[in-house]
């Protein structure tokens, strides 16, 4: 089997056909505003409270808040929409630099490139925030909706994001992290919580995406990730084509993943539905099958996914329709035309020396309640994959609760 699959099988997200995103039907909106919101930012002072009236309010340029202490609050997710449609400047919608930030109840819409990011902050709540791309999914959207980054301490509820080109709710290299009651449709990446550490990501909706939920670790970046739990969300038919740019690493993901674990230690799975993402439910998979393979620059990465706990899931359909020649044909040969992939595909790349109380110990990848799995056989060129769940056959402690410790 050709190399590409190892790029497939870390990478591999899905979606349906769902409705196009909703424009939210606003009023129009006084034309100063936009001026005056600018000026607002740029003089806010601590315990500034920035109300977004209802209305339709267009910008052709990027807005910055680079205080502490601040909220921004609208009318309403679809009452209070700020528009970049026709952005001339700026690389953001939205960009914020500052800690114990709120934003509430608006629409960030159209921008050139990610609709809010928030970078380098700490006690940060997003909620009732909605970022969509209104012409439906394409490579000329942003990359991210909603983009806390080098962030600590950040609660993200009840939002929904639609059509990004890379991740529509994304948080990298953080600490303390909560997505929750939050929609995520018609992304590349529906969900995705890269190199962060102490998460928890529960009652969201991932459908329509190319991929539903991803948990990454990647080499070159700031910190690893680990301590992060996946439940009781709902993760559904994840097929929709890939519109990542071109070179770009989501640009490699194929249709059809559930839910994708990457590279990453302690990591528990359940209470989920899962079903009908048509590659597989459930990925696992090491950063040797993302085409990452230098990974020079990070001496010290863990290339492995180690103490990952799966149980307790709702699995159904899927892997029925790979996407990319390689992973149906790697299909076809193990479990024939007709048949599909199970609800777990491992690359079966592992740490042969990994020591663990003094004896050599796998990669404890411990699943119950699935309908099989596949040891792809990556370090083997795929040409031997194994179906052995006896391995599997195991139980990890459970993870605690992420607590948000503000102030």
């Known amino acids: 089997m050709s190399v590409a699959v190892a790029g ?58 680079r205080a502490d202490g601040v909220t921004i609050r609208g009318a309403g997710m679809d009452k209070s929409v700020l528009s970049f449609k026709g952005q001339k400047a700026g690389a953001e919608g939205l960009l914020v630099n500052g800690d114990d930030f709120t934003i509430e109840n608006l629409t960030i ?106 948990v990454f670790n990647m080499p070159g970046l700031s910190q690893q990730g680990g301590n992060i739990r996946v439940y009781d969300n709902k993760v559904i038919a994840n097929n929709h084509e890939n519109f990542g740019a071109k070179g770009t690493p989501v640009a490699s993901v194929p249709a059809g993943s559930g839910i994708v674990i990457n590279s990453n230690d302690d990591i528990e799975v359940f209470g989920n539905e899962i079903r009908d993402n048509a590659t597989a439910n459930i990925i696992v998979s090491s950063v040797y099958s993302t085409g990452y393979k230098d990974s020079s620059a990070s001496p010290n990465f ?76 990556g370090p083997g060129g795929y040409r031997n994959p194994n179906k052995d769940a006896k391995v599997h056959d195991c139980e990890l402690p459970r993870l605690p609760a992420v607590d948000l410790k503000r102030g």
């Not at 056909?17 to 919101?37: I, M, N, R």
């Open 8 to 65: 497939a099988l870390a990478l591999v997200v899905g979606a349906c056909q769902p409705k196009a995103p909703e424009t939210a039907s606003a009023p129009a909106a006084d034309a100063g505003f936009a001026a005056t919101l600018q000026e607002r930012l740029l003089d806010a002072r601590p315990g500034d409270v920035i109300d977004i009236p209802a209305g339709r309010h267009r910008f052709d340029r990027s807005l910055t808040l």
């Open 109 to 214: 819409e159209d921008s050139r490139g990610d609709g809010l990011k928030i970078s380098e902050s700490s006690n940060i709540t997003i909620r009732g925030v909605k970022v969509q791309w209104t012409g439906g999914p394409s490579t000329k959207n942003g990359a991210y909706g909603i983009y806390p980054v080098l962030t600590k301490n950040v609660l993200i509820e009840d939002t929904v994001s639609i059509g990004a080109s890379d991740a529509g709710i994304y948080v990298g290299q953080s600490d303390g992290v909560i997505v929750r009651r939050s929609r995520a449709e018609q992304n590349v990446a529906g969900i995705e919580i890269e190199n962060t550490i102490n998460a928890d990501v529960y009652e969201n909706v991932a459908t329509g995406n190319t991929g539903g939920i991803l």
């Open 302 to 377: 863990d290339p492995y996914p180690e103490r990952i706990f799966i149980h307790g899931n709702t699995l159904s359909g899927g892997g029925d329709s790979p996407d990319g020649f390689d992973l149906k044909a790697l299909k076809v040969a193990t479990y024939g035309l007709r048949g599909n992939f199970p609800d777990v595909l491992w690359d079966g790349y592992y740490n042969k020396d990994r020591v663990v109380d003094g004896k050599k110990t796998g990669p404890q990848i411990c699943l119950r309640d699935v309908n099989g799995v596949v040891n792809a056989d």
